[in-house]
């Protein structure tokens, strides 16, 4: 969550508070109409060789690279 200060923050960096708030309303949209632990039941309910989920906030890229190629 950012707050006031960090809003503040980064207008003093010269990003523009409307397009902050415009990609804002992008991200909140999104959260309301995805559902993100469905899709991955739905990819991890086929068969393995159709389809590969990587939880990229575990794995590293070095672990990705590797588990891309063997899959592949």
Same mark, same amino acid.
């Given at each position: 969550?950012? %707050?006031? %200060? %960090? !809003?503040?923050?980064?207008? %003093?960096?010269? =990003?523009?508070?409307?397009? *902050? &708030? @415009?990609?804002?309303?992008? /991200? =909140?949209?999104?959260?309301?109409?995805?559902?993100?632990? @469905? +899709? +991955?039941? /739905?990819?991890?309910? &086929?068969?393995?060789?159709?389809?590969? =989920?990587?939880?990229?906030?575990?794995?590293?890229?070095?672990? =990705? @690279?590797? &588990? !891309?190629? @063997?899959? *592949?």
């Amino acid at each position: 969550m950012l %707050g006031e %200060g %960090g !809003v503040a923050a980064l207008t %003093g960096e010269g =990003v523009d508070p409307d397009d *902050l &708030l @415009a990609k804002a309303r992008i /991200v =909140v949209t999104e959260r309301r109409h995805y559902d993100p632990d @469905a +899709a +991955a039941r /739905v990819l991890r309910d &086929l068969p393995p060789e159709r389809s590969l =989920v990587i939880d990229t906030e575990r794995a590293n890229p070095d672990e =990705v @690279a590797r &588990l !891309v190629r @063997a899959w *592949l």
